[in-house]
């Protein structure tokens, strides 16, 4: 809008968050590009009725073969449609990301509420354990638990043998070392708020730890954790698909972005498209939430803004 | 000081001890069992057989006792063999550790090269169209795929351009070091990448803070030139979170280079955990996760020992009254 810069100052603090985070361009952008996605992949199986394509379906006879009528961003080693994988592989890549970091963030609220509220010994033990995990070398670490043979920990073989498994493994491995981010932040948040009048009654009033923290604080706390929670997806997204192309996360013929790149490597003077793709979605899909949680943390806190 | 790095190397090796234990058992839960892997090819073994070789590995025993052997092998200096280049398993890691400490620490030199003045730059003009340019060049950093970028790279000066070798450590039966550095640059670029991002963003911030400062106010009044006053007055100042952010920092750099030497075929320590892992040696993943694990907490302890050094300001000790 016009006007002189300061009408415009004025204008932004006032505004509420959804209007400041609309005016923070690059965020406004990734949210856009998130939409795009999410409507891209949730359509996978109508774009496949209307090109009348199966995306698992394998031929021998046409791999790795350039865009064509029939096939709109050519088909991969195997022969199978390209872009009806990519969509397939990003409902995988989004489902893990979003499972993922809220289970992260989940653990991490909770551990960040206990530190941030009780403080003292068991503040110190929850903070050194999560600066633990955020300073050990984790890809070597992962790759090992990764690696684990779901049998030998007794795991019936219905479970361990069916296709989501290698999902629901890789979810859990992530969520273990994905909470520390948000746990700082909550504890952060809750330090403060631990101090203010409202919380003071209450504790005054005589209510118990359980009721305080979940009924006081945490609804307090809830832009950092949205934040927190945004980035994560990210980073989250990103973690699968090194995993996935280390071959230790997603297990094909499941697609997700990361394995899709494992084959790529061997072809890619032949067909570098398929080198090409699912990194760019994967990077596309990463950016557009990182941007996404860097504008809404200057949208929720708008002092966070000041070194802008 | 003393007192605190003691305290500190203590609270490492207690670290390192349970991890020892922990990937121990992680390790055991993989597939395959070591005797399967060795009479794999023979088909003249008897059932009676496997269970000799079982008690004579000590495969038998309960695990918490094949642990306690393990451990005080180890503690006497011996870590047993590796079974995918039968060789001592430090005769493995030792020529591999020094492949990835090289990489490393070329690729943290150039991505601080790039990234201290892309940060000061950011920083002198807050909010000016090249400070919002780095800061998406930033972002970019961060969200690349690491692997992916390393596939382009290879695209554009392995493939397209030809200019660059697509994977090794250098040609055989050439010896120059040229040889040795052009097959460097694209593991070093790969990563650096995330590096550069990250520390720019770190340098930018400190950079803002630290102009703001009374210091740096007076130096401007009293007439010492703006390059002089940005350059030595607040970065020796603005460097010290930043020095303690790439020490902390050891660990992903760690598994960047898991990423990056698989890529490339670089005979680092992370493309030698990572095949053991999938080529079921044993002995040779656990003494490898335990050596990447005990650096990253030394590399932490000199971080802390940096920022004191830096900032006179600090001052460890040994928690009063204990």
């Known amino acids: 809008m016009s006007g002189t810069t300061t009408t415009r100052g004025a204008g932004v603090a006032r505004a509420g968050p959804w209007r400041r985070l609309a005016r923070h361009r690059l965020a406004a952008l990734g949210l856009a590009v998130l939409a795009v996605l999410f409507v891209a992949v949730l359509a996978a199986p109508l774009v496949e009725t209307v090109l009348g394509l199966d995306a698992s379906a394998v031929n021998l006879f046409a791999r790795a073969a350039p865009p064509s009528a029939a096939h709109w961003l050519g088909t991969d080693e195997l022969g199978r449609d390209l872009l009806l994988r990519l969509l397939h592989g990003g409902r995988v890549s989004l489902l893990v990301g979003f499972t993922a970091a809220i289970a992260s963030a989940a653990i991490g609220t909770l551990l960040g509420l206990i530190s941030g509220y009780f403080g003292g010994r068991v503040d110190a033990v929850i903070m050194r354990f999560a600066d633990g995990v955020i300073s050990l070398p984790l890809l070597p670490l992962l790759i090992v638990l990764a690696a684990v043979d779901p049998s030998k920990l007794g795991l019936p073989e219905a479970i361990s043998g069916s296709e989501s498994f290698s999902l629901q493994r890789i979810v859990v491995i992530i969520a273990l070392v994905g909470w520390p981010t948000v746990a700082r932040l909550v504890r952060a948040a809750t330090l403060s708020l631990r101090q203010r009048e409202f919380v003071l009654v209450a504790i005054a009033q005589g209510f118990g730890p359980a009721r305080i923290m979940f009924r006081h604080i945490l609804p307090n706390a809830a832009s950092p954790i949205l934040v927190a929670t945004t980035l994560t997806v990210g980073n989250v997204i990103l973690f699968e698909s090194v995993l996935s192309f280390l071959g230790l996360g997603i297990q094909p013929p499941v697609p997700s972005w990361g394995n899709m790149l494992t084959g790529a490597q061997d072809l890619i003077s032949k067909a570098p498209a398929l080198a090409v793709w699912p990194g760019m979605l994967i990077f596309v899909t990463v950016i557009a939430f990182n941007l996404l949680g860097d504008g809404l943390q200057s949208a929720l806190d708008p002092r966070s803004g000041a070194n802008r | ?322």
């Open chain 2, 1 to 322: 000081m003393t007192g605190f790095v003691l305290t500190r190397l203590g609270q490492s090796m207690l670290v390192l001890l349970v991890m020892s234990f922990i990937i121990y058992i992680l390790l055991g839960l993989m597939p395959g069992d070591p005797i399967d892997l060795m009479i794999g090819t023979d088909p003249n073994v008897t059932a009676a057989d496997v269970a000799r070789l079982k008690a004579l590995q000590g495969l038998d025993q309960p695990l918490l006792e094949r642990y306690a052997a393990w451990l005080e092998n180890a503690l006497a200096g011996d870590f047993g063999y590796s079974r995918l280049f039968a060789k001592p398993v430090l005769e493995v890691l030792g020529p591999r550790l020094w492949n990835s400490l090289i990489l490393m620490a070329i690729s943290l030199v150039v991505a601080l090269a790039i990234a201290i003045p892309a940060g000061i730059h950011a920083a002198r003009k807050p909010g000016s169209w090249t400070d919002q340019l780095i800061n998406l060049l930033c972002f970019t950093g961060i969200s690349v795929p690491p692997f992916w970028l390393a596939l382009l790279l290879i695209l554009l000066f392995a493939v397209s351009l030809g200019a660059l070798p697509a994977s090794g450590m250098g040609t055989i039966g050439e010896d120059g070091w040229m040889d040795r550095v052009r097959y460097m640059i694209l593991p070093v670029l790969t990563l650096s990448a995330a590096g550069v991002a990250g520390y720019t963003r770190h340098v930018r911030a400190a950079m803002i803070e630290v102009l703001r400062e009374d210091y740096v106010r007076t130096a401007r009044a009293k007439g010492v030139p703006e390059t002089r006053v940005v350059w030595r007055h607040a970065l020796r100042n603005a460097l010290l979170p930043v020095v303690t952010i790439a020490a902390l920092d050891f660990g992903s750099l760690f598994s960047g280079a898991l990423v990056t030497e698989t890529m490339f075929s670089w005979l680092g320590m992370g493309k030698t955990i990572y095949d053991a892992v999938m080529g079921n040696d044993y002995n040779l993943a656990l003494v490898g996760l335990l050596l990447a694990t005990g650096i990253t907490l030394i590399a932490n302890i000199l971080a802390d020992i940096a920022y004191a050094w830096l900032d006179p300001r600090i001052h460890y000790r040994v928690e009063r009254g204990a």
